[in-house]
C-alpha cells in the first residue's frame, strides 16, 4: 500500500542556514523536523506529523525552497516475513531453518560441477538451449539450480524457478533465501490478491531477481529474464485444467525462447515424453548418478506381498517387516514417513444389505468418510452427516470401507501409543500456512511418525528420516489412465528418496498386492532406465504419447440429452475420416462416458483419436469444434499429447 514520507533534500550548506534562521527566529517546529531528519533521513510523513505536532503549514516553506520532498514510496509485504511469524510463533522459537544464518556455499561433485560447467559455459557463449537434468534422489540437482542462478544474476539476468507443490514452497524457498537473499520471493495460489499483487509489483520494479513458485509463478513480468527451472518436471501439476489450460513446460519453453532464456528441467524421474526428447537429441540430457554427500546412499527397498501378509494372519495395514522398522526406529529416535494417496477417513460407506455405496448427488462419485463423520465429495465439496440408515433400503447395516489418512493416524496411534505423530493432507492443510506449520514442526524433530498423502513425499529433505513405507503403493496402479504406471513409478521411486538422505542409512518399505509389476520393481531397484524401455514397449505396443500422437476431445453439458446429441455430431464426424485423410490410419475411441462421468451436474464424454502426424490432430481439432459451433450448452476441451 502506498505511504508517504518525508525526505531531506537539500545540500549541507543549505541545511546548516535553514537551521541558524529557525533558531534565530523560533522556529520551533522546523527545529523539532531538522533534528528528526538528522537521526534519519527519511521519515515516515505520519510519524513525524504525529510524534512532532507538525502542521502542514510548517512544511510548505520548506518544500518551496528546495529543503525537504513530501514523496509517496509503495511498500510492499515481503511473503518470506509472513513465512518466518508462521513457522516461528509468536514466541519466537527458532524454526528447522534459521532465517537469520546464511547458507554456505555447498561443494560441488564432479558430476554437479560438469552439469553447472556445460549449461554455464554454452551461456556465455549465447547458446539458449533446454536441458534434462537427470539425477537420482538425493544427487543434488537444487546445489546445480543454485550454482546457475548465482551465476545468471550475475550478470544482472533474473530467474524464475517453478516447483509442482505448495508443500515445497517452505524448504525450497528457504534453502534460496539463506543463499541469496532478499533478492527471492514467492508466488502462490494460497496468497491474497494483495499479496501476489505485491510480489508482481515486486518483479516488474525489478526488486527481486528470483521468483520460486507453482506453474503460475511463470508469468511472473521479469524484463530481464535469463533463466527458467522447473523442478520435478514429471509432475501433472504443470498442467493447468483450468480455463486458460496450458502446459507449464510448454509454456516455458516459448517463453524461454521469447526472452532468450534457458530453460532447465529437472527430474529424478523424467516424464516419458521428456526423456524421448533427450534420447532424440531435442533436449540436451546431463546424468547426475550418485547422491550429493558421500556419507549417503539410497535406501534399502523391499517389497512386502500383502497377499501373503493376508495368509499369514496379518489383517492390519502395517506389514510385519514395516512395523518391525517403524519399533526399530522408534528406540532409535530416528524419524518415518507413512504414505497413502487417500485422504479420510474410509473410501466409502455401503450398506450390507442392498450393497448400495451412499454417493454423490452431483457427482458421478462414492462420498469419502472423515473421521468427524462427514460425508464429503472430493470433487465438488458436497458433504453430509453419515447417515444412521441406509437411504437406498432402510437398513441400518451400513458400514465404511477402506482406508484413508485420518483412519491410517488412528491405527497408528494405537500400534505405536509411545509414537508422536503428525498427519498431513488437504484437511490438515487448508489453511493458510499449514504446509508450513507440519513441516516446520517435522523437521524441529517434534514428531516421530508423519502420515499423509502424496504430497509429504516430494522434495522434501528431512536428515532424520530413515524409513518410508508405501501403505498401499498399486492404488494408482488401477486408474483409467495409460499413464498409470508411469505415475506408480515416478510416486515410488520419490517416496524412496526421503529416506537416508543423510549418513543414516535408509530403507524403503513397499506393501502392494502386485509384487511382480514392472513400475513397482524397477522403483524398488531405482533402475529409470528399465522402467523406461518397459514403459516404452507399452506404449510402442498399444498406441499410446510418446510413441503416437493423442488428440482428446472433452464434452461437457449440464443437460445430458444434448450431451448425447453432441457425441452422434462427433461420431459423425469421425465415420468421415478416410474421406478427409484418405490413406493415413487414424484410431478412434468413443466418444464413451468419462471415467468420472458426472461432475458437480455437469456431464463429459471423451473421443480419443490417435495419429503420428501432428498436423492432421490439429485439423481433426479444429474440425471438431466447426461441428459444435452453435449448439447451446456445449463446452469443448481439447488436450493434445506426442
Not at 523539532?32 to 512532532?52: G, S
Not at 546445480?144 to 524464475?160: A, G, N, P, S, T
Not at 510413441?547 to 464426424?573: I, P
Amino acid at each position: 500500500a502506498p505511504k508517504r514520507q518525508i525526505r531531506l533534500i537539500g545540500e549541507k550548506e543549505a541545511f546548516r542556514e535553514a537551521v541558524d534562521l529557525a533558531e534565530r527566529r523560533g522556529y520551533k517546529a522546523r527545529l523539532r523536523l531538522f533534528c528528526l531528519l538528522k537521526e534519519k533521513n527519511p521519515v515516515p510523513y505520519d510519524q513525524a506529523m504525529n510524534r512532532l505536532n507538525l502542521t502542514p503549514a510548517v512544511l510548505k516553506p520548506l518544500e518551496e525552497a528546495g529543503l525537504i520532498r513530501v514523496e509517496i514510496v509503495e511498500k510492499y509485504r515481503n511473503p518470506l516475513l509472513e513465512m518466518k511469524r508462521l513457522l516461528t510463533g509468536e514466541t519466537g522459537r527458532a524454526s528447522a531453518m534459521d532465517f537469520s544464518e546464511s547458507s554456505p556455499i555447498p561443494v560441488l561433485n564432479e558430476e554437479q560441477q560438469a552439469a553447472a560447467y556445460r549449461i554455464c559455459r554454452e551461456y556465455d557463449r549465447g547458446i539458449r538451449a533446454t536441458y534434462l537434468l537427470h539425477g537420482i534422489t538425493g544427487s543434488g540437482k537444487t546445489e546445480v539450480y543454485m550454482e546457475l542462478i548465482r551465476h545468471v544474476v550475475e550478470k544482472k539476468k533474473q530467474v524464475i524457478l517453478l516447483i509442482p507443490e505448495i508443500s515445497l514452497t517452505w524448504q525450497t524457498v528457504m534453502r534460496f533465501y539463506k543463499r541469496f537473499g532478499n533478492r527471492v520471493s514467492l508466488l502462490h495460489s494460497r496468497m491474497s490478491p494483495g499479496e501476489r499483487y505485491d510480489q508482481y509489483e515486486r518483479a516488474r520494479t525489478g526488486d527481486i531477481d528470483i521468483m520460486i513458485g507453482p506453474r503460475s509463478a511463470l508469468f511472473a513480468p521479469f524484463e530481464r529474464l535469463g533463466l527458467i527451472i522447473i523442478d520435478e518436471e514429471h509432475e501433472n501439476a504443470y498442467q493447468s485444467e483450468l480455463s486458460p489450460r496450458y502446459d507449464a513446460r510448454e509454456t516455458a519453453k516459448e517463453r524461454a525462447r521469447i526472452n532468450q532464456a534457458s530453460l532447465i528441467l529437472g527430474s529424478a524421474t523424467p516424464s516419458l515424453e521428456s526423456y524421448t526428447k533427450a534420447v532424440l537429441g531435442e533436449y540436451i540430457l546431463l546424468k547426475l548418478t550418485r547422491r550429493a554427500k558421500a556419507s549417503a546412499a539410497l535406501p534399502q527397498a523391499e517389497i512386502v506381498d500383502l497377499r501373503e501378509e493376508l495368509k499369514a494372519g496379518n489383517r492390519s495395514i502395517f506389514s510385519r517387516r514395516l512395523k518391525e522398522l517403524m519399533e526399530d526406529r522408534l528406540k532409535k529416535g530416528e524419524q518415518t514417513m507413512l504414505f497413502i494417496n487417500r485422504r479420510g477417513y474410509a473410501n466409502f460407506v455401503s450398506c450390507r444389505s442392498c450393497g448400495e455405496a451412499i454417493r454423490c448427488p452431483h457427482c458421478d462419485v462414492t462420498l469419502t468418510l472423515h473421521k468427524d463423520g462427514r460425508l464429503m465429495c472430493h470433487y465438488c465439496g458436497h458433504t453430509v452427516m453419515q447417515p444412521k440408515l441406509c437411504p437406498s433400503c432402510g437398513s441400518a447395516y451400513i458400514a465404511p470401507f477402506g482406508t484413508g489418512t485420518q483412519k491410517i493416524e488412528e491405527m497408528a496411534v494405537k500400534m505405536f501409543p509411545q509414537a508422536r505423530i503428525l498427519r498431513m493432507d488437504l484437511d490438515t492443510t487448508s489453511k493458510k500456512g499449514g504446509h508450513q506449520e507440519i513441516l516446520s514442526a517435522f523437521a524441529r524433530g517434534e514428531a516421530d511418525i508423519l502420515i499423509g498423502t502424496q504430497m509429504i513425499v516430494k522434495g522434501h529433505d528431512f536428515p532424520k528420516v530413515t524409513l518410508v513405507g508405501a501403505l498401499a503403493a498399486d492404488l494408482s496402479l488401477y486408474a483409467p489412465d495409460y499413464r498409470c504406471g508411469e505415475e506408480t513409478f515416478d510416486l515410488l521411486t520419490q517416496a524412496a528418496g526421503r529416506a537416508g538422505r543423510s549418513h543414516i542409512p535408509g530403507n524403503m518399505v513397499i506393501q502392494t498386492y502386485q509384487p511382480d509389476h514392472y513400475s513397482i520393481q524397477t522403483a524398488a531397484s531405482q533402475d529409470y532406465e528399465s522402467f523406461y524401455s518397459q514403459e516404452m514397449n507399452f506404449r510402442r505396443l498399444l498406441g499410446y504419447p510418446p510413441a503416437v500422437g493423442l488428440l482428446t476431445l472433452t464434452l461437457s453439458d449440464g443437460c445430458e440429452e444434448r450431451l448425447e446429441k453432441a457425441a452422434e455430431v462427433l461420431e459423425k464426424m469421425t465415420a468421415r475420416f478416410p474421406e478427409h485423410f484418405p490413406g493415413k490410419k487414424l484410431a478412434c475411441i468413443g466418444p464413451v462416458n468419462a471415467p468420472v462421468y458426472k461432475v458437480n451436474d455437469i456431464y463429459r464424454k471423451i473421443l480419443y483419436i490417435k495419429n503420428e502426424n501432428y498436423d492432421i490432430l490439429i485439423q481433426i481439432r479444429k474440425m471438431a469444434e466447426a461441428c459444435l459451433d452453435g449448439m447451446e450448452g456445449i463446452s469443448l476441451q481439447s488436450d493434445l499429447a506426442l
